[in-house]
C-alpha cells in the first residue's frame, strides 16, 4: 500500500506526464502570434502554465523540426534573439489538436461523472 509521501511522489509524476502531453498544444497556440523564447515562457507563466527553459527550448526544437514552427534571428535590444510564429503547417496541425483535446476532455470528463454503474 501506498504511504503518503509515495502517494505525493506519483501524482507529481503523474501531473508531469499530463503537462508534457498538453505543453506542445499550449506552445503552438501561443505561437499564433511570434514570441522569442524567454517573451514565450513569460507569456505561458503568464497564464498559469509554467514551463522551464529546458523543457521549453527542446521542445521548440522538436516543433520546428517537425515543420510546425518557423523561425528565425534577430538582434533585439543589442541581443540576438530567435523568434518563433507558428507554420501553415503548425496552424493545420493545431486545428487537429485542439480538436482531439476537446474530445479527450470531454471523455475523460464523462467518466469522471460517472457513479458506480
Excluded at 503568464?46 to 516543433?63: F, M
Amino acid at each position: 500500500m501506498a504511504t503518503l509521501r509515495n502517494s505525493s511522489e506519483i501524482v507529481n509524476k503523474l501531473r508531469l506526464e499530463l503537462r508534457r502531453g498538453a505543453l506542445p498544444l499550449a506552445v503552438l497556440a501561443q505561437l499564433r502570434k511570434e514570441h522569442y523564447g524567454y517573451s514565450l515562457r513569460k507569456e505561458l507563466n503568464a497564464k498559469s502554465l509554467e514551463i522551464d527553459e529546458g523543457t521549453l527550448y527542446p521542445l521548440l526544437r522538436r516543433l520546428e523540426a517537425q515543420g510546425l514552427l518557423n523561425s528565425e534571428w534577430r538582434i533585439d535590444e543589442s541581443r540576438k534573439k530567435r523568434h518563433y510564429r507558428i507554420s501553415a503547417l503548425g496552424e493545420e496541425v493545431l486545428a487537429s489538436l485542439v480538436t482531439e483535446w476537446r474530445l479527450l476532455n470531454e471523455s475523460v470528463d464523462k467518466i469522471l461523472k460517472e457513479k458506480d454503474a
